[in-house]
C-alpha cells in the first residue's frame, strides 16, 4: 500500500513508548474503573486511557477517565522529551460525568505531529498525581500537497460477539493503528446497547466463543449507569486504548448506541425493557455518549448539544458527519408522497446544503450512519434507512435525498463521496441518472463497510430509485457470521497531495485489499 509516511517510523515507535507501556502495565481494567494498585496508592488512575477526536488543523479535543474526583491536567510538546511543553488545565473530572472528561486544545500548527499526556490530579492536593498517559496525534495539514489519509468502520460488539480474549481481542485496532491515518471514522454503532454479552457462544461448527463479561452488558441497557458501563466495555480491549492514544476518532451514532432501529417518539413493545419510552432512552445514552466521546459539538461552546458537524481536515478535506437518528421520523413503508421530516430533519438538511455551498475543500466526505440506496427492513412492512424497495419516483425519505442531490448537481458542488457501515458487509455503489427513476442529479459514489467486531450478514437489495450498480460486494451467505469465521472489515481514504486524486480501498483484517476505486478531483459527478 503505497503512502507517504508522515515521519520517521522509528521516532513514532519511540514516541508512542510512553503510552504503549502505560497501556500494557494497567492491562484490563476492573469492571467498575479503578485499577486495583492505583486504588490502593489513594492516588487517581486514567486506566481507560486517553482519547483525542475532531482534529483540525489548529484544534483538538483531549478525553480521559478518571477512577474518582480528579482535576485533568493537559500538557502538549513538539517532542516526545516534552521540553518546552505547553500546560492546559482541564476540569474537575466528578461522578456527574462518571468521572470523564474533556480538554480543548487551541492555536496548535498545522500539520505537524503533537505529543500530549495527561496526568489526574487529587482535587483536594495538586502534588497526589496518577501516573500520566501519553498519546500523540498529527494536526491537520494547511499545505494541499501534505495529502490526507484516513480509515472508516462501525459496528463494535454486536450479535453477541464481544471481546475475545482467546483470538486477542479486538486485534483489528492494532492493524488499523499499524497503518498510521491522520483519524479514524466510526460511521455508528460504536455499542450495542441492546445486545447482551454473554460469557460464551457454541459457534457452528462447534468451537466455543469466550467474551469478557461485566455487568451492564448482562441485561439491555435502560439506565444511565447502563448506557455507560456499555461505552466503558469496548475500552477494556487493550488494543483499542492503543489505537485510541495512536490515532485520533471522528465519532458518529446510530440506532445501537440506544436499541435497534430507534427512532424518535417510539413506544416500545419489548418484555426485555421497564422503560418503553425510546427517547428517555435515548437522552440517556446521548448523556452517556457524550461523556465518552470527543465530540466537539458535544462539549463546550462549540455549536451546543449536536452530532452532526464538519470537521474541516485542511485544504482537501471537509468531513460533513450526518446524524441520520435523532431527527428522523417514525419507521414506516416509506410510500408518502410528501415528506419534510425524512431522515435527517429539516433543519439539519438545511444546515447540510449551507456547509456544502460554503465547503471550498476538494473533497466533501459526507458520512452517513446509514447507506442511501440498499433496502434495510424493520419487520415486514417497514424500513430503517431510506430506501424502501419500490425502484419508481421518490418517495417517503427518498424525497428528501432527491431535494438534497438535485441540490449538489444545480449548485455545482464537486467532490462529494457517500461514507457508511451498519449493514455488516463491504460494498461499493455507483450512482447514475441514467439507471435511475429520479435523474435530476450528478453521478456519485457510496462505499459501505464493517463490522469491526460484530456479527457479518449476507448483503441487501438495492433500490432502483437512485439508479445503483453495485460494482463490488463482498458479504456471507448466512446471518451473524462470527468474527471467529471471517475477518473484520473497514476501509481507507487516501488523498493525494499532489494530484488530489481520492483513492478509495476496501480491506479486511490481514491486510488484503478487496476493492479500489480511485476518483477525480474538481467533478460534480464521478
Known amino acids: 500500500m503505497p503512502y507517504r509516511p508522515r515521519i520517521p517510523s522509528p521516532d513514532r515507535r519511540t514516541v508512542l513508548r510512553g503510552s504503549l507501556v502505560a497501556t500494557a502495565a494497567l492491562a484490563l481494567p476492573v469492571a467498575g474503573g479503578a485499577a486495583p494498585a492505583f486504588a490502593r496508592s489513594g492516588r487517581p488512575d486514567a486506566a481507560w486511557g486517553v482519547q483525542v477526536g475532531d482534529v483540525t488543523s489548529s484544534s483538538a479535543l483531549v478525553w480521559v477517565r478518571s477512577d474518582r474526583p480528579a482535576r485533568m491536567v493537559v500538557e502538549t510538546s513538539a517532542t516526545e522529551s516534552f521540553r518546552r511543553a505547553r500546560t492546559w488545565h482541564g476540569p474537575l473530572l466528578g461522578a456527574g460525568t462518571d468521572f470523564t472528561g474533556t480538554t480543548p486544545l487551541y492555536g496548535l500548527p498545522p500539520g505537524e505531529q503533537v505529543h500530549y499526556r495527561v496526568t489526574l490530579a487529587a482535587p483536594d492536593d495538586p502534588r497526589r498525581t496518577g501516573e500520566p498517559v501519553y498519546g500523540t496525534f498529527r494536526t491537520a495539514p494547511a499545505r494541499r500537497r501534505d495529502g490526507v489519509r484516513f480509515l472508516w468502520s462501525g459496528d463494535i460488539a454486536g450479535q453477541g460477539w464481544g471481546i475475545n480474549p482467546d483470538i486477542g481481542g479486538y486485534r483489528v485496532y492494532d492493524e488499523m493503528r499499524r497503518l498510521d491515518p491522520d483519524f479514524f471514522l466510526c460511521s455508528g454503532d460504536n455499542i450495542y446497547a441492546d445486545g447482551v454479552i454473554e460469557p460464551s457462544v457454541t459457534l457452528p461448527d462447534g468451537r466455543v466463543w469466550h467474551n469478557v463479561t461485566t455487568e451492564e452488558k448482562a441485561k439491555v441497557a435502560e439506565t444511565l449507569a447502563e448506557y455507560r458501563g456499555n461505552f466503558r466495555y469496548n475500552l477494556l480491549d487493550d488494543n483499542l486504548r492503543r489505537f485510541n492514544a495512536q490515532v485520533p476518532s471522528v465519532i458518529q451514532w446510530d440506532d445501537h448506541e440506544v436499541r435497534n432501529n430507534w427512532y424518535p417518539g417510539q413506544i416500545l413493545d419489548d418484555a426485555r425493557y421497564a422503560e418503553k419510552n425510546v427517547d428517555v432512552l435515548a437522552a440517556r445514552s446521548m448523556q452517556a455518549f457524550g461523556e465518552y466521546f470527543p465530540v466537539s459539538t458535544l462539549h463546550g461552546s462549540a455549536g451546543g448539544d449536536r452530532v452532526h458537524r464538519v470537521v474541516r481536515h485542511g485544504p482537501l478535506l471537509d468531513l460533513f458527519v450526518l446524524d441520520m437518528r435523532t431527527f428522523r421520523n417514525a419507521n414506516s413503508p416509506g410510500r408518502q408522497p410528501d415528506d419534510a421530516t425524512g431522515i435527517l430533519g429539516a433543519e439539519q438538511l438545511a444546515w447540510l446544503k449551507r456547509e456544502l455551498s460554503k465547503s471550498r475543500a476538494v473533497w466533501k466526505v459526507i458520512a452517513a450512519d446509514m447507506p442511501l440506496g440498499l433496502v434495510v427492513a424493520d419487520g415486514a412492512t417497514d ?50 441518472p441514467e439507471r435511475a427513476a429520479f435523474k435530476d442529479f450528478a453521478p456519485f459514489w457510496e462505499f459501505v463497510t464493517g463490522p469491526l467486531a460484530a456479527g457479518q450478514f449476507p448483503s441487501n437489495a438495492l433500490d432502483g430509485t437512485f439508479g445503483p450498480d453495485r460494482v463490488f460486494v463482498q458479504a456471507p451467505d448466512r446471518a451473524n457470521v462470527s468474527p471467529m469465521e471471517t475477518p473484520a472489515l473497514f476501509g481507507e481514504v487516501d488523498i493525494d497531495g499532489d494530484s488530489g486524486e481520492l483513492t478509495v480501498r476496501l480491506r479486511e483484517q490481514g491486510g488484503s485489499v478487496l476493492f479500489g476505486k480511485v476518483l477525480q478531483p474538481g467533478r460534480v459527478g464521478q
Open 383 to 432: 424500513f430503517e434507512a431510506v430506501a424502501q424497495g419500490d425502484p419508481g419516483a421518490p418517495l417517503g425519505r427518498e424525497l428528501q435525498i432527491a431535494e438534497l442531490l438535485r441540490f449538489i448537481k444545480h449548485r455545482r458542488i464537486t467532490g462529494t463521496v457517500w461514507l457508511t457501515a451498519d449493514v455488516h458487509y463491504t460494498s461499493a455503489q455507483h450512482y447514475a
